[in-house]
Structure formats: C-alpha cells, structure tokens
C-alpha cells in the first residue's frame, strides 16, 4: 500500500475521548484534518442518560465495544431503568454474562417489546458517514484504529489477562514492533475483532501500541532508537505503560493503572524498570497489570526516557523528554497507527 495514493483516517478510541486523523495524500501531514472527539462510550451514556429521563426502556445490541458508559448505565439501572442486553454487546461490559445480568440487565437475543434499541460499537460507519460528509470530507480509502483490549478470560483477572497480551508479543514475537499492529487480529482480543469488523479494511491496534509506536513515528527518536535503548512511557488517564526499545524491537514492557499513581512512584518503578529490576509480581502485587523485561534487555542501557499521553505532567520534574509527534500529541496513537501500518507494507511516510 503506498500512503501517498490513500486516503486514511486513522482513529484512537479512549473512554473520554477519540483522537482522529485524516489523512489527506495531496496535503501536508501538519495540514491533514485533524479531530479531538468524546468517544464512542461517552455518546452512548449520554443517550442512556436522555433515554431514561423520558422514560424508556433501552436493548443494547451490536458489538464488543469499550465499557466506558458503565457508570451512567449503573447511575440509571440504580434509579429504575428497565434494561436488556444481546449476549454479544454484553461483552463490552464482562466476559461474564452472569456478571451482567447481575447489574439488572436482561439478556435476550431479540429486543424486547416497547424497548428502544441502542447499537454499540466502537466504529459506526453510519456516523462516520455523515460527521465526514458535514465536514467536506470523503470516505476514506482505508481506515486505522486503536482501543484498549483486555482480551477474553471469563475465568481470571483482567490485569493478568492483558498482561498475557503483552507476555505473548514479547516472548513468541520476540518483541517485533510490526507485531503491535494487525491487519487480522489475534482470537484473544476480541474487542479489536469487532473493531476490525466494523472498519472493514484496513489495520487495529491497541491504544498502548499505538502510543508507543506514535513515539516512533518521530524521526529523532526512532533513529536513536536504532543507535541506543530507549524507554517510552505513555500516562494514560487510567494506564500507564512504558517500552523498553532498541533496533526495532521491544525488550520490556510494564503496565500499571495511573491513578495508582504519583510522578515519584511512577519515576521509581521507572528506573528500576530500565535497570531490569522490576518484577511482574511488584506491579501486580500494586494492581497494576505487570511487568515483563526480556534476556536480551542485558547490557543495554535505557536511560533516555520519552513520555506521551494527557496525564505526562506527573514526570514533569524528572529526568525524561516530552514528545509530540506530528505536532500534536494527542493525536500521538493516531500517528502510530501510520508508523505501524507502514512497517508492514510497502508504503511511504514522506510527503
């Protein structure tokens, strides 16, 4: 696929927010639309939210998407809604169906009479449809995206579940940093599956690749990269997960939530992280996801320490550069979406 002949749109799904790119071949990369969105959750709690003030009862149908409108949906099952759910949506809140029904909500593969539905999905092409075509713009030739993937395990904890994520890319990919991005989506990470699914062609990722993969995207630090290690560190509004990277490959990764956090403790494990000093049972035993360094991290050294996201500001008085890739870092995933997809393609990033 060659990027100078595509239009793109490039996505990274938070529960706050939806940081969008489109990119344009006949522009300027810093000129391309840009878009900071509420995500696809915080709309459907506030339909949730609108429906139950005038009195409706709601089936959620659709797709595994992130579970972000929980708390509204909590807020309003508490105070009386009659809800239900199809068996596949229900997976944006539990692997456990059980679970679900345990919050009140009823599971039926129909929609119930006198309910409104409501479609869940991370991607809705309806949407995109009609935002692009207000905003002037075509529908894309090919569409990226990220969200965050706890992956599927009805039976253990969420924080080990991901972590096997993270173990599986390191240990049988031996951290090959193509393998952060999919065109076909490992059978675990069912949230990216049904985002794959939505989107139709094109490449998905989780948000933690693409942050990573966004600190790339910027030359400076990809080619120090290929020369020394280096340490990058995404401070998300709920994860915090740091790389360890040298010559095209990830030798570390740690995974904590953020706000179990302050920029000293974060610093701390940071170090003793890049030393490989850390150990996964220090950060699950925190609650955090866990944390897993690589033999081949010996000898290296990961002083330099690159940190994205919107919480960055809690490592403000320590020893490391913030970065802003393509001049906006917010849009850093979306840029990381690019970098990956053309690691595995035959594209150009040059403009």
Not at 88 to 93: G, I, P, R, V, W
Request: negative net charge; hydrophobic residues 40%; contains cysteine.
């Amino acid at each position: 696929m060659n990027f100078e002949q595509k239009s793109i749109l490039c996505l990274d799904i938070g529960s706050g927010t939806q940081d969008v790119l489109y990119f344009r071949p006949d522009i300027e990369l810093e000129n391309c639309p840009k878009f900071v969105l509420p995500s696809p959750a915080m709309r459907i709690a506030d339909k949730i939210k609108r429906l139950h003030q005038a009195g409706k009862k709601i089936f959620f149908y659709g797709q595994n998407m992130g579970g972000g409108f929980y708390r509204s949906l909590k807020q309003c099952l508490d105070t009386g809604l009659k809800g239900a759910i199809h068996p596949e949506a229900a997976f944006s809140l539990s692997d456990r169906l059980d679970w679900v029904r345990g919050t009140g909500l009823e599971i039926h593969e129909e929609c119930p009479e006198g309910y409104c539905p409501v479609y869940l999905a991370d991607y809705d092409p309806g949407f995109w449809e009609t935002y692009l075509a207000m905003s002037g713009l075509e529908y894309p030739e090919m569409i990226l995206a990220c969200a965050q993937d706890h992956g599927f395990h009805p039976d253990s904890s969420n924080r080990l579940g991901r972590f096997k994520i993270w173990k599986k890319f390191l240990l049988d990919h031996d951290g090959h940093i193509e393998k952060l991005i999919f065109s076909k989506p490992p059978d675990e990470m069912t949230r990216l599956i049904s985002l794959r699914e939505s989107i139709g062609a094109g490449w998905v990722a989780d948000t933690g690749s693409a942050a990573f993969l966004g600190a790339i995207f910027v030359k400076e630090v990809e080619k120090l990269s290929h020369q020394r290690g280096i340490c990058v560190v995404n401070v998300g509004n709920s994860h915090a997960i740091a790389f360890l990277a040298f010559q095209n490959r990830v030798h570390g990764i740690m995974e904590h939530h953020t706000g179990l956090l302050n920029g000293q403790k974060l610093w701390k494990q940071l170090s003793l992280f890049k030393q490989g000093q850390l150990s996964n049972k220090d950060i699950f035993d925190d609650n955090g996801h866990g944390c897993l360094v690589l033999d081949s991290a010996q000898g290296l050294d990961f002083t330099p320490t690159f940190v994205l996201g919107p919480k960055r500001k809690l490592l403000k008085d320590f020893d490391c550069e913030f970065l802003c890739p393509g001049g906006d870092m917010m849009l850093a995933g979306c840029f990381g979406l690019l970098k990956g997809c053309y690691l595995n393609t035959a594209g150009t990033l040059e403009k």
